[in-house]
């Protein structure tokens, strides 16, 4: 099999990331997708207690209703629910810049104090920027 030698650039330029030079901090590359951002979304009430969301995905509970929230402006292209009490839900959403973490913190508080069909509030929820890092 024939083979051509690279002469420049580096792994970086196998996705979307930058073509040359060493990183200064953790550096994601989405080597066969669009771009994408990656936020971690704490479920929480008004005074800021973590809400249990392991029985909240059913259809029309408050996992949901984020989930609408979140689509109005972008796709979400994958998630994930923690199986514990951290109420946390991560997402990667397309397409990236679609939302900043205070613009969704915002969306998601607004959905209010009584969200699906167990009335949770979610008013307190915190959202930040994850990347993607694997464990």
Request: aromatic share 6%; glycine share 12%.
């Amino acid at each position: 099999m024939a083979e051509i030698t690279r002469t420049n650039g580096n792994v970086k330029a196998q996705g979307n990331g930058g073509t040359t030079g060493a990183i200064a901090a953790d550096e994601l590359v989405i080597a066969n997708s669009a771009d994408l951002d990656f936020f971690k979304i704490i479920q929480q009430d008004v005074s800021g207690d973590v809400n249990d969301i392991r029985n909240e995905l059913d259809a029309g509970e408050s996992v949901e209703e984020m989930f609408k929230a979140i689509q109005t402006k972008a796709n979400i292209e994958m998630y994930q629910v923690e199986g514990d009490t951290t109420g946390q839900i991560s997402v990667a959403v397309y397409p990236k810049g679609a939302w900043t973490t205070s613009s969704l913190q915002s969306a998601i508080r607004a959905l209010g104090t009584t969200v699906g069909g167990n009335n949770v509030d979610v008013s307190g929820s915190t959202i930040s920027s994850s990347g993607l890092e694997f464990v």
